[in-house]
């Protein structure tokens, strides 16, 4: 049976190559977006252009066989509109314990200022549905920059 362990949004991460440990660079707590106009909710996301990474850990029982699944992302506004997802599968080798999952994106949905909630779902290749196995949140805020000299 394969378990979630942990998920962290970062900016970058890295695996030693010699150890095979994973670094968490710059974990993503809170966006703040610079802005020189009048700000107002939007009907549609825009996307803000940055890169990111959804990192996650999962382990199963002592197995002789490959397990294998699929994790969903989902990305909520604050107001709970979904604005985007993706599906990865992973499969833990037989005779392995643990394994890391790195998903990378290349912008950031934004509709208003507030909670981001990026929810983790996995589904094993034995279930049929998906089931909720993290919530995290991400906080965005506005910070009004002097636009630039002329």
């Given at each position: 049976?394969?378990?979630?362990?942990?998920?962290?949004?970062?900016?970058?991460?890295?695996?030693?190559?010699?150890?095979?440990?994973?670094?968490?660079?710059?974990?993503?707590?809170?966006?703040?977006?610079?802005?020189?106009?009048?700000?107002?909710?939007?009907?549609?996301?825009?996307?803000?252009?940055?890169?990111?990474?959804?990192?996650?850990?999962?382990?199963?029982?002592?197995?002789?066989?490959?397990?294998?699944?699929?994790?969903?992302?989902?990305?909520?506004?604050?107001?709970?509109?979904?604005?985007?997802?993706?599906?990865?599968?992973?499969?833990?080798?037989?005779?392995?314990?643990?394994?890391?999952?790195r998903i990378?994106?290349?912008?950031?949905?934004?509709?208003?200022?507030?909670?981001?909630?990026?929810?983790?779902?996995?589904?094993?290749?034995?279930?049929?549905?998906?089931?909720?196995v993290a919530?995290?949140?991400?906080?965005?805020?506005?910070?009004?920059?002097?636009?630039?000299?002329?």
């Open positions: 049976m394969i378990r979630h362990i942990w998920t962290v949004i970062t900016q970058k991460s890295s695996i030693d190559q010699e150890t095979n440990n994973l670094t968490l660079g710059e974990v993503l707590e809170e966006l703040q977006v610079g802005f020189t106009g009048e700000v107002k909710d939007l009907t549609e996301a825009v996307v803000i252009p940055m890169n990111f990474e959804v990192v996650s850990m999962f382990t199963q029982t002592a197995s002789k066989k490959a397990q294998g699944g699929t994790v969903q992302i989902n990305i909520l506004d604050p107001h709970k509109k979904e604005l985007g997802n993706t599906e990865q599968r992973i499969e833990i080798p037989a005779n392995s314990r643990r394994l890391r999952s990378r994106a290349t912008g950031f949905p934004f509709t208003k200022v507030g909670d981001y909630t990026f929810e983790i779902r996995f589904k094993a290749d034995v279930d049929e549905d998906f089931q909720l919530n995290i949140p991400v906080g965005v805020t506005l910070k009004k920059i002097a636009p630039p000299a002329k």
